[in-house]
């Protein structure tokens, strides 16, 4: 099967990555299917089963990894994902890929923290509508797979997260009359 078979040929354009040069996201959210590229990356697709229920507030459609297939460089990863909840790390997204363990997961209320084996690499900020933006943190080794996993883990499922306290301040005034 060619991987962007129905992405729909309104791709945004390229990102400009300052250690990575253009890097391509097509989010075909309909579809269910998310592929990440570029030059100097391994390409990344992300899959949703057509078979899964469709959450409307998860940018790939789901957050129950039995119904997703991540491949990189196209070998087979391991995904894992948080339940969501109240705590910022309840929407943790861990990836294995090759022995190396990613874990994208909310560090402030725009932007989440990815880090490899536990070492920081860098933030990604992601409304979830497919345009993702990389800071990369000063001095840190980022590895071409780094960046693939990082931008597809954010366009798949958005960056960023109230803190508990918000999130409970809110469930409570919603409950007031």
Avoid: C
């Avoid at 391991?78 to 874990?103: A, C, F, P, Q, T």
């Avoid at 994208?104 to 345009?131: C, I, K």
């Avoid at 960023?160 to 409570?172: C, H, K, L, N, T």
Wanted: no cysteine.
């Amino acid at each position: 099967m060619n991987d962007t078979a129905s992405i729909p040929a309104r791709i945004p354009p390229p990102v400009h990555d300052d250690r990575f040069g253009e890097v391509t996201v097509q989010l075909a959210a309909e579809q269910g299917e998310l592929v990440v590229e570029g030059e100097l990356i391994p390409r990344v697709t992300l899959r949703r089963d057509p078979a899964a229920d469709v959450d409307e507030q998860v940018a790939i459609g789901t957050r129950e990894a039995a119904r997703l297939r991540l491949t990189v460089g196209g070998a087979e990863a391991v995904l894992r994902l948080g339940k969501g909840g109240i705590s910022r790390r309840s929407y943790r997204v861990d990836v294995e890929h090759d022995g190396v363990r990613y874990r994208l997961v909310p560090d402030s209320v725009p932007s989440s923290r990815l880090t490899r084996d536990g070492a920081y690499v860098g933030d990604f900020l992601s409304d979830g509508d497919g345009r993702v933006i990389a800071e990369w943190r000063e001095g840190s080794d980022v590895r071409p797979t780094d960046a693939a996993v990082g931008y597809a883990l954010a366009a798949a499922f958005g960056t960023g997260g109230q803190p508990w306290w918000m999130m409970a301040a809110d469930a409570v005034s919603s409950a007031l009359p």
